[in-house]
């Protein structure tokens, strides 16, 4: 993994082929300790933007660990360490935490923006999760539809019964929720249909080829876009990065747009001046 600085002097490791991976051991005890003082794990933030007005209409909140000698970490580095040793529910509640409060600071500055939250499959049989969603945006006066659950349709085919259970809970809070990564996994028509879900995002690996011509691409992306849209829901295409993809989603009928293309993620600080009102992107 090669670090390589950004603007604002933290460290992201990109995958390369030359340096072994970090251990896992090692971060592994620096991640409870992490955890356990919670001041390493950051969360950024990155735009949603309206395919058609280019207006921000949410922002997704990805979390980070500032370590104290290996920089920035990716959470490909991390999170499925903390799925594997039961310290999930504890990054989810710190994660939880953060972006309740975040929203809710925002909101108390004169904007309202949604936040969105990744949950990892462990997190969907976790029986006091929707208590502790219920607690936070108590605690922080949010409104609970400001706070939006992203999920894959793989975490809830492990366990479909009780993950369905615990998303209609959250649900029935008044919390919107999300797919993610749609057209990776283990799909079941049958159970997005159940799932009191209101937003389909088309991973990363659909869009990124997508272009001018009408390839086996821009006919996954629209008939992805004509199953949510025929469910009601609201379609979202992830890792745009250049301007060709954002004509071809607009042709296709996508609805929101996230990636590199409009901003990567960053610091919450550094996303004011798409809180400010903006002409069109
Ligand atoms: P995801 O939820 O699908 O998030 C989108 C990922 O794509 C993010 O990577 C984001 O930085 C990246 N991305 C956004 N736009 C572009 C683009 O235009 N091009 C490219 N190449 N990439 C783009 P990130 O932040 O490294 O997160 C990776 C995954 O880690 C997330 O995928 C999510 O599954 C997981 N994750 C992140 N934060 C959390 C968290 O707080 N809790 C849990 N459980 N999982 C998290
Ligand atoms: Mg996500
Ligand atoms: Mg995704
Ligand atoms: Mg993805």
Known sequence: YAAKDTKNGAVVYEPATTAAPPSRLLLLGDLRRALAEAEELVLYYQPKVALASGELCGVEALVRWHHPTRGLVAPAEFVPMAENTGLINLLTTHVLGRAVAQASAWRAAGWTVPVAVNLSPRCLTDPALRDRVEGLLTEHRLPAQLLRLEVTESAVMANPALATATLRGLHRLGVRLSIDDYGTGYSSMAYLK????????????????????????????????????????????????????????????????????????????????????????
């Open 194 to 281: 159940q799932l009191p879900v209101d937003e389909l995002k088309i991973d990363r690996s659909f869009v990124v080829n997508l272009s001018g011509a009408d390839d086996d691409d821009a006919v996954l992306v629209r008939s992805a876009v004509d199953l949510g849209h025929n469910l009601g829901m609201t379609v979202v295409a992830e890792g745009v990065e250049h301007a060709g993809q954002v004509e071809a989603l607009r042709r296709l009928g996508c609805d929101i747009a996230q990636g590199y293309h409009y901003a990567r993620p960053e610091p919450a600080d550094h996303l004011r001046p798409w809180l400010q009102p903006a002409p069109a992107r």
